[in-house]
């Protein structure tokens, strides 16, 4: 009996909260998985795409110049996907502490989200476009501010 009772005084997770953070997961855990693969099998991958991928993207009928994705993966060099899987660790800490109903969540997710913008801008080059980028996390952090209230102060 008293557990019902204690049940029934928890929050609980406005639905809003568990659709975001569960796309979250799926998101920042894919990426966080691909910058770990990519971390690990930097020279791997940098060798596949210097040799294999042209052929790849002919046979698929897809134009896409692996000479130039090498140069771009060469450019960002191992240290930027390690950065990346940091930041995405950052991020899914965050989700985390959200889904159970922490506040602290949100700075954690929007910090690291805001410096998954900057990374590529940093390692690769200042003329990519952040725009869609920025206004997906701009959206996902605005609706889990609507869920902030709910939230515990560190718990």
């Known amino acids: 009996m008293e557990e019902i009772t204690q049940h029934q005084n ?3 997770r406005p639905q809003l909260l568990t659709a975001l953070t569960i796309l979250s ?5 894919a990426s966080f998985l691909s910058y770990f693969l990519m971390s690990i099998y930097y ?3 940098l060798a596949v795409i210097k040799t294999d991928l042209g052929e790849v993207y002919s046979q698929m009928g897809l134009d896409v110049n692996p000479e130039m994705l090498a140069e771009i993966f060469e450019k960002a060099g191992r240290p930027f996907f390690l950065l990346m899987l940091l ?8 989700v985390y502490k959200m ?3 922490q506040k602290e969540g949100l700075h954690y997710y929007a910090i690291s989200q805001l410096v ?6 940093i390692f690769i080059s200042t003329q990519m476009s952040v725009l869609p980028g920025l206004l997906l996390t701009i ?3 605005l609706l889990y501010f609507r869920s902030f209230k709910m939230m515990e102060d560190g718990k």
């Not at 997961?25 to 855990?29: E, H």
């Not at 998954?116 to 801008?121: G, K, S, T, V």
């Open 10 to 12: 928890q929050a609980q």
């Open 25 to 29: 997961f799926i998101g920042s855990g």
């Open 43 to 45: 020279n791997a991958f």
């Open 87 to 94: 930041a995405y660790t950052g991020s899914l800490w965050g």
């Open 99 to 101: 889904w159970n109903l």
């Open 116 to 121: 998954i913008l900057i990374l590529p801008l």
């Open 139 to 141: 959206l996902f952090i």
